[in-house]
């Protein structure tokens, strides 16, 4: 058996991942800055690459992801071609300018969006 990326948290060892079509595979990180000095916040930018819109509500932003650090409120949708981003105080977390990782998950927290 080969062993490949999931998009469960944990994976699925030993197992096929189920694939699961969403309109939420549609947004990607698409950019951020991380580690500024006032005047300037860190920030985390969504991007939807399909022309169609997107509800995000409840989708999860973090740099943790066993730890849900930032739920998009209910009512936030990107357009086909459109971005979002998130500052440093609507996220209450920083980025780390020496790396880290950042994950958009889907309202259930349990699998992996980008």
């Known amino acids: ?9 944990g994976g699925s060892p030993g197992d096929l991942d189920p694939i699961i079509p969403s309109p939420l ?3 990607v990180l698409n950019e951020f800055l991380a580690h500024t000095d006032p005047p300037e916040l860190d920030f ?7 022309n169609t819109e997107v509800d995000l509500s409840g989708c999860i932003l973090t740099d943790d992801p066993t730890t849900n650090r930032f739920r998009i409120p209910d009512g936030v949708k ?8 998130f500052d440093e105080n609507q996220l209450h977390f920083r980025l ?3 790396g880290e990782s950042v994950y958009l998950l889907d309202p259930t927290g349990s699998r992996v969006l980008d």
């Open 1 to 9: 058996m080969a062993w490949a990326a999931s998009e469960l948290i």
């Open 25 to 27: 595979k549609r947004i």
């Open 44 to 50: 985390i930018e969504l991007y939807n690459r399909s």
């Open 78 to 85: 990107i357009a086909g071609g459109g971005r979002k981003a």
């Open 96 to 98: 780390n300018a020496a």
